[in-house]
């Protein structure tokens, strides 16, 4: 299969582009498309078979669910048992947007997008070029994140090249994404409500809309073979394929050591730490700010790996909300130096 790649204007999406990629979506046909996080991999969320696709495309386990994607809350409502109040107030706060809803799914919804769970995941993306193909294809898009299964997600389109090329029909490159981490997962079939994958909007904020609090039930790592309620939940996820391990900002003598072993080491560090590079060592300042440190991860993991470095050391970012995101990230991409990992 050959993939076409389309440069659309990310602000103005040009109605001769989209409406090729809205014409492959209604056919049966996969076509990536950037939304405000990642790019996402989509099919026509109401065609089973399609959606079939992407998890052969990707090489997902049929256990994990994928989110729905829709123009605005009406066409969610359409797709769940019952749109409750409080997904009302949040679809009005933050959507379009970085948040993702978990509600009982509608019978409309075939098994495979919920990987036959009774719930589903939807949001409304806050991308121009995102928007405009949902509108222009009159049906909601099925869309993970557009890479191989348990890979680091794309923020680019060459990242999408690099791991689906002749296996999707079609790409929308809309230039960099400008979030660059996945949304926000919310389960509202819970009381009260908990987040199952942390993302740009924090728990506070949506305490704060909802005027209640949230489940503080930590971190969810799940490995059942039975339905996840969420994408995201996986132990290993969102992961170079270069070994990634992380240290504390006190243990970073331990590079030395590494350099000692002629290894060629990268390490990502939050700028101000204090740390020089060397004849087999690439230090990466990345910001010390959570909203623009979340933005070049993927990024700069996706350089790394076409580098061909030996191992990557990351600086733990500190126990903070603001960066409950890009920790959940890094604990999911942990592989130490020699561990083999099946794909």
């Known amino acids: 299969m050959r993939t076409v790649v389309l440069r659309v204007s990310p602000d103005s999406p040009e109605p001769a582009q989209i409406a090729q ?6 056919a049966g046909g996969l076509v990536v498309f950037p939304t405000e996080t990642v790019y996402g991999l989509g099919a026509n969320a109401l065609d089973a078979r399609a959606v079939g696709r992407i998890f052969e495309a990707k090489g997902r386990p049929a256990n994990n669910p994928i989110i729905i994607h829709v123009a605005d809350a ?3 409502a359409l797709l769940v048992a019952e749109w409750p109040e409080r997904a009302a107030r949040l679809a009005d706060r933050f959507w379009p947007g970085p948040l993702t809803l978990v509600l009982p799914k509608g019978p409309q919804v075939p098994d495979v997008v919920t990987a036959g769970g009774p719930t589903v995941a939807i949001r409304v993306p806050a991308h121009p070029v995102a928007l405009a193909l949902l509108r222009a294809a009159g ?10 299964s348990s890979r680091l997600s794309s923020t680019h389109a060459k990242h999408v090249l690099a791991d689906l090329d002749g296996r999707i029909e079609m790409i929308l490159d809309a ?14 079939t819970t009381t009260p409500p908990q987040v199952l994958r942390p993302g740009h909007i924090t728990p506070s904020e949506i305490e704060q809309a909802l005027g209640d609090t949230l489940s503080q039930s930590g971190d969810h790592v799940i490995q059942s073979a039975e339905p996840l ?13 270069t070994p990634l391990d992380c240290c504390e900002k006190d ?13 060629r080491i990268a390490c990502l560090k ?27 991860l993927y990024d700069e993991l996706h350089k790394l790996d ?32 020699g561990e083999k990992v099946i794909e």
């Open 270 to 296: 939050l700028e101000g730490t204090a740390i020089a590079d060397g004849p087999n060592f690439l230090v990466i300042s990345l910001p010390a700010d959570p909203v623009r440190y979340g933005a070049r």
């Open 251 to 263: 243990q970073l003598q331990q590079i030395a050591a590494l350099q000692e072993e002629h290894r």
């Open 74 to 76: 009406s066409a969610a």
């Open 21 to 26: 990629a809205a014409a492959v979506l209604r």
């Open 229 to 241: 309620p969420s994408p995201g939940l996986l132990p290993r996820h969102y992961a170079p394929r």
């Open 306 to 337: 076409a580098a061909g470095v030996d191992l990557i050391l990351v600086e733990v970012p500190p126990a903070e909300e603001a960066w409950l995101a890009v920790r959940d990230r890094l604990k999911r991409m942990r592989r130490k130096w």
């Open 139 to 148: 049906v909601p898009i099925a869309a993970p994140s557009a890479n191989r």
């Open 175 to 188: 230039g960099p994404t400008a979030v660059g981490l996945e949304s926000t997962v919310l389960d509202l």
